[in-house]
């Protein structure tokens, strides 16, 4: 596969054993805790990442896109949850991998959308189970455990081809505001206890709920309970990235992928470095903008992926990154020639990602030992 | 091609009429001016838009990535200036280009750089023509027009192949932070004049200089006075975006790029509406914040793309955007049912269109009569 110093800039770089090491943490984390883990594929969106999980196997995913619900069914991956609300012009495409034998569930949260799939599933004669959103944490989507609807909408998905309901689900979102351990174990607990009160809601008016589904990376993680919790979904733990670290779930070090950007040029009286790493290749993502360290577009580091003092990408246009100390101080450019490579961390891998068509897979290296696809778009 | 209503959310939508307007209006605008317009491909990525630019034909064109390169020249464009920064792991690309009959040239703004360039058209015995980029506005590269290391810079691209210099280019990429027509018209005249002084010291140091390129949308549209320019490159106005309507480069109803998304659920008492267009789908631009309208992640329109009050994606994650009315007053969204479908107009055009691999085509009415694809990535 060639030699990392060979590849066209900027490129995405997956770190193999810290990858591994990732997906291993949050399984060892969750073990014997009696609860399923459904990795987020929305981060990696490639497979070989996510057999990562699953010690080369194939366990439940959870999917954004109904691209990835594509992608890891051709892969393997039967036992898929589609976790964004369901827009009914997707229905022909959701009954179509149904009807391959993909045990696809999508999720909603109004009766509205509970007597459209209810309908759709009675005119064409095909069960597609659905989990009722439930909101946590007042961020985005879901019903309150406590509102009467939540009833409502269960009694809806009652259809000729039997109950649609397979449970109830939440993302706390908010979680990633945290600014300790502490607050994401309140955010964890908060999130199990509500759902699994919404879950006591619907059994309490005579309806079925097998699955209790709740999840982010850093509720996953701190969560110091998960009674009633049938199974638990996160995704960005497979790359981690300097929001995480922000947030003290993880060290800098563990972060697995960065973007290879080169030094194009430099702006000597102001201390700064002009790379090919523009927005196009990190994202527009500022997500520690309000965080105790601002890390601009990403913290720089060398082509092993060790930080280089405090330089960070402070400002980027879309093929531009402007490298500067974050401190202000000034920077001796000549350490840096045109040309030199840097590996610049993300700010938020999901987001990071996304600007790539492929990892280029290394292992602590100089040798690029994999190109692996993304599966982009929808 | 089917119709709108069919197409699976989010897309991105290209209305053909509005694209052909305004790739005719910066036409018209430059005509008789005695400059060539070469636009900047880098927003739409595509040829059939830039054909747009040409009457069908092929014209010079400005490119952000080789990527762009190969796929234009493949699609019969000759001229082509590579506008980032040179970095020399790509030139073995940018010479199998140039052998393969691309008239590629590229831009370097250091003597370091210049060598490199010159040992390497001296080992391989190619030629591979440079410009010079000018810092006519403070914001990133370049070097200043009385800066000396400018004339050290000509003279290194003295090479056995004849001089590599073949001309002087600037991006006054700080005219984005005007507030008016007149203030844009002042950073053109900059451009401009910083431009041509560049190239007046080159030429008084005995050195040939046959292209002073500069441009902007901005710089372009509002430009008084290009005496002494040759050529005006520009990006954004095939599409425009609310950060143009923000600076009053053009209107709302000009703007030709949307996104398709649907409505997937509500928060009745918050007065949002939720839907399935996230950042992914619209870019985490937030182009507009600093400016005196605040357009979120985009203005909400109907299908036909007409503006639906002032109803803004106030908030975007992944997959989810959250709808709301920008002046905070309550929303009745019992009017807009789950399943409703809504056009966002972007940010940034650059940004939103990157997130897409492809333009679905409409013009004025609910047909689709085409499916472009985007060059995309490196």
């Known amino acids: 596969m060639g030699d990392l110093h060979d590849l066209e800039t900027p490129a995405l770089l997956l770190e193999r054993g810290k990858t591994q090491a990732n997906a291993r943490r949050l399984g060892a984390t969750l073990a014997g805790r009696g609860v399923t883990l459904r990795p987020h594929v929305k981060t990696a969106k490639n497979a070989e990442v996510v057999h990562m999980a699953f010690e080369g196997g194939h366990g439940p995913i959870t999917v954004s896109t109904l691209a990835e619900a594509e992608h890891f069914f051709a892969n393997g991956f039967t036992d898929i949850l589609y976790a964004v609300g369901l827009a009914p012009v997707k229905l022909p495409h959701i009954e179509s991998l149904v009807r391959e034998g993909c045990a696809l569930k999508v999720i909603l949260d109004s009766p509205q959308a509970a007597q459209i799939l209810t309908d759709y599933c009675s005119a064409h004669e095909v069960r597609i189970p659905a989990l009722v959103e439930i909101d946590t944490d007042d961020h985005r989507a879901g019903v309150r455990p406590d509102d009467p609807v939540l009833v409502e909408i269960g009694r809806r998905l009652e259809s000729p081809m039997g109950s649609l309901l397979a449970g109830v689900m939440t993302h706390a979102g908010n979680s990633y505001t945290s600014t300790s351990v502490a607050e994401m174990a309140e955010w964890a607990e908060r999130e199990r206890s509500l759902t699994v009160r919404a879950a006591t809601q619907l059994r309490a008016a005579g309806l079925r709920v097998d699955t209790v589904s709740v999840g982010s990376t850093p509720t996953a993680l701190f969560g110091r309970s ?123 891998a999901c987001a990071t990602a996304a600007q790539h068509s492929r990892y280029h897979v290394v292992d602590g290296g100089d040798q690029v030992i994999g190109d692996w696809p993304r599966v982009n778009g929808w």
């Open 226 to 348: 998960f009674e009633g919790v049938t199974e638990v979904r996160a995704g960005v733990y497979f790359f981690f990235d300097l929001v995480m670290v922000g947030l003290s779930v993880c060290a800098t070090e563990e972060i697995s992928i960065s973007v290879l950007a080169s030094v194009i040029g430099h702006q000597p009286a102001k201390g700064w470095l002009i790379t090919d790493g523009g927005w196009m290749a990190l994202s527009r993502d500022r997500g520690t903008a309000k965080q105790a360290v601002d890390q601009g577009y990403g913290q720089v580091c060398d082509t092993r992926g060790r930080p280089i003092e405090d330089l960070v990408v402070m400002d980027a246009n879309q093929e531009h990154g402007i490298v500067a100390r974050r401190s202000g101080e000034p920077l001796d450019v000549t350490r840096f020639p045109v040309g030199t490579r840097l590996r610049i961390l993300p700010i938020h």
